[in-house]
Every structure is written in C-alpha cells, then in structure tokens.
C-alpha cells in the first residue's frame, strides 16, 4: 500500500466491510432480481463500429457458444478457432460487437494485472513472472493486429504512472528498486524528468514502463471480429442472452423469441454484465467510470502543451484520471469518477454534464494552454470489479462446463486479450500445465456484501474519496 493513501483494493475491501459485518447479522435479506439494461453506446469510438451481424434466427448446435462480443469474447473465439479449425463456434453478443467496456473505455493498454500493478501482491516470482507474461501479451497483440491488416492505432512505446503528491515517490522508488532487482525494465522518473516527457509540472515524478501503449479501441473490435469470422467463427449480433439452462449439455435462450444456442461448453465472457445472467452476483460488481475526448488540436495547442514524448499516463490517485494522445491529435481523459448503482446496475444514471466538466477542469489543471479547448464528447463505461482487485479465469457451472475471464479492474484490453488465450487452454485441456504459475486461474473471487449494503458502503467510500480527493 502506498504511504499517503489507501490503495483501490483498500478501498473495496473498506466499502464491503464498511456494512459488511451489519449484512452478516442480518436474516432473510432480500433479493430483488436484477434486470440486463444495455445503454447505446455512444463513445467516440463508437464510430468506428463494424456493421451488426443478423440476430440468430433459429436454433443452433455447436461445440462451444460463448457469450458476449467485446475483447474476452473474440479473443477467446479466435485462438479457439485457429486452434481446432474443426470446432463449431457460436458467439452471441446483446447488442453490437464492443458494445460493453471493450468499446467505452480510454484506450489505454498497459502490462501488469490490477493486483500486481505497481505493487507486488504476492511474491517476487510471481510479480516477475506476471509482468512478463503480460508485456508478452502485449506483443502478441501487436502480431494478432498486424495479421489482421487493420490500422488500429496501437502503439507500444510504454506509459507512465505519475505521482500526484511529493509522498508518492518514497513508495515507487522502493517500488522500482525492488522490480528492477527482479530484471523489470521500469525506470523512476523526478519530477523535471516528467515534465519534459509530458510538458507539465503538475507532477511530482513517474514510473516509466516500456511496455504498455495506447489502442483506438473500436478499431481493435474490428480487427478482433474479422480475424474470429475468417477463422470460421459464427457470430451472431443484437442476441441477447436471456437464460442459462445448466445441464451436461447447456441450452441458452436467447432473444424474444427465445432461440436455443445448445453446446456442451460456454464461454461467459460479459465481465461487468455477468450478474445479469445469474452468475457472479456479489464477486464482480459494475462500477460506472466516465470518458472524455476533445477536438483535435490545433498545431498551436499541441506547441503549447509540450506533449511531446506522446506517452499515455494515469496518476496515482485512489480515483486516478488517465490520458491518451491519439494519432489524430485528440486528448482522450478518463476518471476522476467511480460510481455505483444499487443491485448492480448497468444502466447509467449519473450526469455526464458534471463528470465532463471535472474531466475538462483536469485537463486545464495539466495543461493550462486548453482551458478553452472543445470538448466533442463525454460517454460513460462500466467497470468489471472484484473485491480485492484479482482478475479471474476457470471453470464453474454445475457440471464445469462453463469458462469464464472477468474482474479486469481497469485493465481490460490487455488482459482480456490473454484471457481469451486461457480460454482456450482450458478447453484444450492445457491450462495446468501452461497456467501453473498464474494467481488468476481458478481464482476464487471473494464476496461483496448482499444489497443494500453493498450500495451503501460504495456511497460512503466514494463520497470519502471524491471529498478527500478534490482537496
């Protein structure tokens, strides 16, 4: 835990517990069943969206049918299709392909999981080995982009992790000096260092890693979703699940119409929308974060800010922003905001007028050049998050037959990039050996307390920080 402040995973475990030992008392909490609401998506990425695929128009048999068509679940179709060409490969997505957080989230790609990232949660051997599995993950991203013949807009010239506060730098130089020992290639920034690769002095320093980047992540999609289609994946759009029927066989309905997708394995690859569905209802929760992307910016702004190594950063707050510079010269800002609705709500009910205007006060408070930049669109993205901040990947289901990748926290495009490939190691059979040394494989995510303690706890700690914070 860093010295000035608690950690996110601080802050979850706080928020559970803050009510969690009055929900252990009490008997007889009711459930209120929880409803699947999926908001357009109207990110700035959105337009670059794939046009949708039919809804399925009758019952399906296959060998595999997984649910849900953002990162985890083409990735998942895809190595499993390239792997065993021979396999029938339903997928079925509610609404477009990338509709969820694959396709609302900052575009940032960074190495480490949420519960290594910048803190070594278990051992050394086991942040080394992470971070290396995750920086690789990365560069097999970057192979998976190249074949498709896409122009997603990655690059992976590294990020930086800046220090909000002078104490910040006590905690990562001990950080750093600790991962280099294990032969990370992360370098400690001061505070001149940092203003010269970002072109301000907001900052009181920064933990540089050369492998992390940034992603258009709709572009991405539409790699994703070409690549899985040429691999003889079928995908079926505007699909809704509405039922998992557990059994040795696993019938869906999907749609109004209540069509059947029948298959003996299922791939639950819906992150935070997975509660809806029955399952995962108090290990992952919906968090509600919000974006930000401006005009492009004029040569002259670009001049003024100074910007000029074009790294992607996010700082070390408990609710951090982040910043990308695209290709296209747009600064895409995010966070400064979490929010939670009760019952696990997917539908935002907050105001992106108020979130927008903090994001663009932020932006001026970095870069005093674009206190008048204009700002074309605020959107908000939905968070898969567990307890402690663990990701988790592995089977469950009555009969082991459904495989599930989830609990990103933040991490998401890479991540859910690998996860796809664990996906289909534990359908080929080769997880045990291949995934030995991974803490995320058959993880067994704890519980948030049962509603309405879990709401309130969330308002309490978030209102803590958002107070503290603005301080």
Known sequence: MKTQDLSRRTFLKLSALTLGGVAAVTLGASVIPEEAEFDPLDSFWAREQP??????????????????????????????????????????????????ASGRNGGMALSQTPDESMQIDYDDATHRWTYHLTAGSLEALARFVDASGVDCDLRLGGSLNVFTWPEDADYYEDYVRRAQAMGLPLELLDARETAVRLGTDRYFGAVYDPN?????????????????????????????????????VVELLVGDTSYRVIAPIVVLATNAYTSKLGLFQREVIPVHAQC????????????????????????????????????????VLGGGNAEYFFNNGVHYRGSLRRAGRNMASELARIYPALIDVSIESVWNGVLGVSWDEHPAVGLTGDYDNIIYGLAYNGHGINLAFLFGKVIADIYLGKSTKLWRNASFLDYDLPSFPPEPFRWLGAQAMLGYYRTREAL
Request: aromatic residues 6%; glycine residues 10%.
């Open 51 to 100: 046009a949708p695929n039919p809804p399925l128009a009758q019952d399906v048999r296959a060998d595999v049918a997984i649910i849900g068509g953002g990162f985890t679940g083409l990735s998942a179709a895809w190595h499993l299709a390239t792997a065993r060409p021979e396999l029938r490969i339903a997928l079925l997505e509610a609404r477009g392909v990338g509709n969820g």
């Open 292 to 331: 930000l992307v401006t005009a492009p910016l004029s040569d002259a702004q670009l001049d003024a800010i100074g910007w000029e190594s074009k790294l992607p950063f996010y700082d070390s707050r408990t609710l951090l922003y982040h910043f990308v510079l695209t290709p296209d010269r747009r600064i």
């Open 212 to 248: 992390g980047g940034s992603v258009h992540p709709m572009k991405l999609i539409r790699a994703m979703k070409q690549m899985a289609e040429n691999a003889g994946v079928q995908i079926f759009e505007n699909s809704p699940v509405q039922d998992i029927r557990q059994g040795k």
